[in-house]
């Protein structure tokens, strides 16, 4: 088992910043995969960005070069890095981890809202 806790979430300006984290409850040094998925109402779950193992990271289109995502291994934490913030990044963020390929983990999501 895997408690994920995110935290960071909250209101910011069109253009703003904000940093989310994610602890988990135990060492993830030997995770496959961790990352952050966001909802926005009425729509999908979609990725918005991953780190693997051995370091590689994916992106979602819309978040490329204004989302950076992080681990701190020592923390047993993920970051998600934030800036540039538009309206339509407004969702609900989710924290991912999948130990193995075959087992995933999700947090109980956090609030980020772009509004001026």
């Known amino acids: 088992q895997v408690q994920l806790v995110e935290s960071g979430g909250g209101l910011v300006q069109p253009g703003g910043s904000l940093r989310l984290s994610c602890a988990a409850s135990?060492?993830?040094?030997?995770?496959?995969?961790m990352g952050w998925y966001r909802q926005a109402p009425g729509k999908a779950r979609e990725l918005v960005a991953r780190?693997?193992?051995?370091?590689?990271?994916n992106y979602g289109d819309s978040v490329k070069g204004r989302f950076t995502i992080s681990r701190d291994v020592v923390k047993n934490t993920v970051y998600l890095q934030m800036n540039s913030l538009k309206p339509d990044d407004t969702a609900v963020y989710y924290c991912?981890?999948?130990?193995?390929?075959?087992?995933?983990?999700w947090g109980q999501g956090t609030q980020v809202t772009v509004s001026s």
């Open positions: 991912n981890a999948q130990p193995g390929w075959d087992t995933t983990y």
């Open positions: 780190i693997i193992s051995g370091g590689s990271t």
């Open positions: 135990r060492s993830i040094f030997s995770f496959s995969a």
